[in-house]
C-alpha cells in the first residue's frame, strides 16, 4: 500500500495506532493500579458501546443501561462465588439477565414517546435495585457479594493485572466490531434517518419501534457483558453496581466521547475513567476542574471527541474516494396487479371541529398522473397523509393494489409500493444528497433487514450507491450529490426528495407540492421524467399550486374544497367546471 492507500483507508489507521499506544501503555508504562484503571475503562467502554445503540443511533434516551450493568455483575457473582461456575456458563447468563429483562418491558415501553420512554426504562432501573436491596439469600442485600474470583476458563485463570487487562481489551476489540458491523452503511443510515427524520424513515417502509426494539435488548447484552468482566475485575458486587451513577457516568461518557461512533465510547470511558486520576491532585477542588474538564469537552466537541478526531483526519487525507459509476437499476419498475394503484373510499379526516377530508372516493390508476388541486387548506396534504399511512380515516377505507392498508403504519403503507415526498422537504439533513437516495435504494429492496441487528455484508452501500447516482442524476441532481443536504437551495432539496421517492420504484408516487421553490427549466425536468415513470406503470398523484405546470401532465385532475371532493375529470374539462372555478381558480385561465 503506498503512503497516500495508508492515508486513505481510515478508520483503520487511527484506530491500529490507538490500540498500539494503549498496548504499549498497559504492557510498559503502567503500574498495578493504572492497569486496574485501564481495565475498568475497558468494561465501561464495552457499556457505551451497548448504550449508543439506542441512545445514539436511535436517539431515545433509555435510563436502564446502568441496570443492564449491574444485573450483569450480579448474574456474574452469583453464578461464580455461590456456585462456582465457569466463565463460559457465568459470562453467557450474565448477558442473557438483563437482555431477557429487557426483553419483558420492551414491548409496551417502545411505543411510548420520548420522555415516557425515559421514564418506563427508569422504572426498570429502581426496579431492579429494589430486587437487588431485598432478595438477601441470592443478593447478600446491602452487603452486596465479596469474593468473585479471577476470570477462569477450564484450567485456564485470568490472572489479575495485565493478563485481565488484555483479556478485558480483547473482549472491547471484539464488542467494537461487531458493533461497527451492526451499524455502518445503509443500517447506519437507517437509523440515523429513524432518529432524525422519522416520518422520512416511514417513507421509506423503515420500522422504528422494529428497530429500537433490537437496540434495547442490544444495549442489555452489551450492558450485561461489562458488568460481568467488572464483577471478575472488582471482586465484590454491591448494589453500588446497579445504583444510578453507573448510569449517569455511561450517559456522560457517551456524551462526551460521541453518540454515535465506536470509537467515541472508547474515548469518552478511557478519559472519564481516567480524568479522577489526573485531577487526584486537586483534593478539594476535585470535582470542581473534573466537572469543568467534561463540560469543556461538551462545548468543545458538542457531537463528542470521536467526531472532531475523525473531522481532524479527514482534513489530513489527501483525497476522497471515488464514488461507484452511476448504474441503472437492475430491477423492473413495479406494477399493481390491480387497476387502482392506490384507492381512497369515502375516507374522512377531522380534526376537532374542521372536516379537513370530508368523504372522498377517489382511485389512482396504474401508470395515470392525478393531479390534485385545491385553495389552501382544501384538505390535499391530509387527503395525501390518509393514503400514504401517515394519518388513519375517521371514516372510509384505503386499499394499496386493491388490498386493505386502513389503519396500518405509514411503514407498512410504504412497504406495499407507496412513496411519497412531503410539502415541507424532509431530509437527513447531516447525509449528502447521494446518500438520502441511497438509503432509499438500500431500503427497497428489504427494509426489514436495515433494522434487523445483524450484520450484513460488504458491497450493499455501494451499490446503493451506484443506484443512486443515477436515479440523482435523472432527477437533475447530479452537480449536487455530494453536498450535505442542509446545504441544498429549495429547488435542489425538492429534486432529493422526488429522487428518493421514485427511487423506491413505487405503485403509487405521491407527491406534495414537488413543484414548490423549482425554476420554470426544473419543472420541465420533473414533468418529463414523471410523464417517463407513468409510462413504465408507475401512478402518480400530485398536488401543487402550479396549474398549468399540473395540467400539462396530468390524465385527471381532482379539486378539494374544504374537504370535499368537488370536481374529478380530464385537466379540460376540471378547467372549465363552475365549481373548480368558484371554488380555486377563479378568473385564472
Ligand atoms: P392543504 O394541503 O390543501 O393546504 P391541509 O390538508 O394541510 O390542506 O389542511 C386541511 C385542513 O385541516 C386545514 O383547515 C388545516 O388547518 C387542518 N389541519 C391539517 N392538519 C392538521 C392538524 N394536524 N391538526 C389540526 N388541523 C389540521
Ligand atoms: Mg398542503
Given at each position: 500500500m503506498t503512503a497516500r492507500g495508508i492515508l486513505d483507508a481510515p478508520p483503520a489507521l487511527p484506530l491500529l495506532l490507538g490500540a498500539v499506544a494503549l498496548g504499549a501503555y498497559a504492557a510498559f508504562g503502567a503500574d498495578e493500579y493504572a492497569l486496574r484503571v485501564l481495565s475498568t475503562a475497558g468494561t465501561f467502554a464495552l457499556l457505551v458501546m451497548g448504550y449508543q445503540f439506542v441512545f445514539g443511533h436511535l436517539g431515545a434516551l433509555s435510563l436502564a443501561q446502568g441496570a443492564f450493568f449491574g444485573l450483569g455483575a450480579y448474574a456474574t457473582a452469583i453464578l461464580s462465588s455461590r456456585y462456582g461456575l465457569d466463565f463460559s456458563v457465568s459470562f453467557p447468563v450474565s448477558i442473557a439477565v438483563p437482555v431477557i429483562a429487557a426483553a419483558i418491558v420492551a414491548a409496551p415501553v417502545l411505543r411510548l414517546e420520548t420522555h415516557y420512554f425515559a421514564l418506563a426504562t427508569l422504572v426498570l432501573a429502581q426496579g431492579a435495585l429494589v430486587a437487588v436491596l431485598n432478595w438477601e439469600t441470592l443478593t447478600g442485600g446491602a452487603n452486596g457479594l465479596p469474593g468473585v474470583g479471577a476470570v477462569r476458563i477450564g484450567d485456564l485463570a485470568v490472572a489479575r493485572g495485565l493478563p485481565m487487562a488484555a483479556f478485558v481489551w480483547c473482549a472491547v476489540g471484539l464488542g467494537a466490531l461487531l458493533a461497527w458491523r451492526l451499524v455502518h452503511g445503509a443500517s447506519g443510515m437507517a437509523f440515523a434517518c429513524l432518529r432524525d427524520r422519522p416520518l422520512a424513515a416511514a417513507a421509506l417502509g423503515l420500522d422504528g419501534a422494529h428497530a429500537r426494539h433490537g437496540a434495547f435488548l442490544m444495549s442489555a447484552a452489551y450492558g450485561g457483558a461489562a458488568g460481568a468482566l467488572h464483577a471478575h475485575l472488582s471482586g465484590v458486587v454491591s448494589p453500588e453496581s446497579i445504583e444510578f451513577p453507573v448510569m449517569v457516568s455511561c450517559l456522560t461518557m457517551a456524551v462526551i466521547g460521541g453518540r454515535a461512533r465506536v470509537a467515541g465510547a472508547i474515548i469518552g470511558a478511557l478519559l472519564l475513567a481516567h480524568l479522577p486520576e489526573w485531577f487526584r491532585g486537586f483534593e478539594r477542588t476535585y470535582l470542581i476542574a473534573y466537572g469543568a474538564a467534561a463540560l469543556a469537552a461538551v462545548i468543545l466537541a458538542p457531537a463528542g471527541l470521536a467526531e472532531l478526531f475523525e473531522r481532524a483526519w479527514d482534513r489530513l487525507r489527501t483525497h476522497h474516494p471515488a464514488l461507484p459509476t452511476p448504474s441503472r437499476p437492475a430491477t423492473a419498475p413495479r406494477r399493481a396487479a390491480t387497476s387502482a394503484?392506490?384507492?381512497?373510499?369515502?375516507?374522512?379526516?377531522?380534526?376537532?371541529?374542521?372536516?379537513?377530508?370530508?368523504?372522498?372516493?377517489?382511485?389512482?390508476?396504474?401508470?395515470?398522473?392525478?393531479?390534485?388541486?385545491?385553495?389552501?387548506?382544501?384538505?390535499?396534504?391530509?387527503?395525501?397523509?390518509?393514503?400514504?399511512?401517515?394519518?388513519?380515516?375517521?371514516?372510509?377505507?384505503?386499499?394499496?393494489?386493491?388490498?386493505?392498508?386502513?389503519?396500518?403504519?405509514?411503514?407498512?403503507?410504504?412497504?406495499?409500493?407507496?412513496?411519497?415526498?412531503?410539502?415541507?422537504?424532509?431530509?437527513?439533513?447531516?447525509?449528502?444528497?447521494?446518500?438520502?437516495?441511497?438509503?432509499?435504494?438500500?431500503?427497497?429492496?428489504?427494509?426489514?433487514?436495515?433494522?434487523?441487528?445483524?450484520?450484513?455484508?460488504?458491497?450493499?452501500?455501494?451499490?446503493?450507491?451506484?443506484?443512486?447516482?443515477?436515479?440523482?442524476?435523472?432527477?437533475?441532481?447530479?452537480?449536487?450529490?455530494?453536498?450535505?443536504?442542509?446545504?441544498l437551495p429549495a429547488g435542489a432539496r425538492r429534486l432529493v426528495e422526488c429522487a428518493r421517492a421514485a427511487a423506491r420504484n413505487p405503485l403509487a408516487l405521491v407527491l406534495d407540492e414537488p413543484g414548490a421553490g423549482l425554476s420554470a427549466a426544473e419543472k420541465t425536468a420533473l414533468a418529463e421524467r414523471l410523464r417517463e415513470l407513468a409510462r413504465d406503470g408507475t401512478g402518480i398523484l400530485i398536488a401543487d399550486h402550479d396549474t398549468e405546470f399540473l395540467f400539462a401532465i396530468a390524465d385527471r385532475v381532482a379539486c378539494l374544497d374544504r374537504g370535499r371532493l368537488v370536481a374529478l375529470g380530464s385537466p379540460q374539462d376540471v378547467r372549465t367546471d363552475p365549481a373548480v372555478i368558484a371554488a380555486y381558480l377563479g378568473n385564472a385561465p
Open positions: 394503484a392506490l384507492a381512497l373510499d369515502k375516507a374522512s379526516k377531522r380534526f376537532g371541529g374542521v372536516v379537513a377530508v370530508d368523504g372522498v372516493t377517489l382511485d389512482l390508476k396504474a401508470g395515470e398522473i392525478l393531479a390534485l388541486i385545491g385553495a389552501n387548506g382544501s384538505g390535499k396534504s391530509t387527503l395525501i397523509n390518509l393514503a400514504t399511512g401517515f394519518a388513519a380515516p375517521d371514516g372510509g377505507r384505503i386499499a394499496v393494489d386493491g388490498e386493505d392498508v386502513t389503519g396500518d403504519p405509514a411503514h407498512a403503507v410504504a412497504r406495499r409500493g407507496v412513496a411519497r415526498t412531503f410539502q415541507a422537504t424532509d431530509l437527513v439533513e447531516d447525509s449528502s444528497a447521494l446518500d438520502n437516495v441511497a438509503l432509499a435504494c438500500a431500503a427497497r429492496v428489504g427494509p426489514e433487514r436495515l433494522t434487523n441487528w445483524r450484520p450484513h455484508g460488504r458491497g450493499g452501500m455501494a451499490a446503493a450507491r451506484a443506484e443512486a447516482r443515477w436515479w440523482l442524476a435523472r432527477f437533475g441532481g447530479a452537480q449536487t450529490e455530494g453536498q450535505k443536504a442542509r446545504e
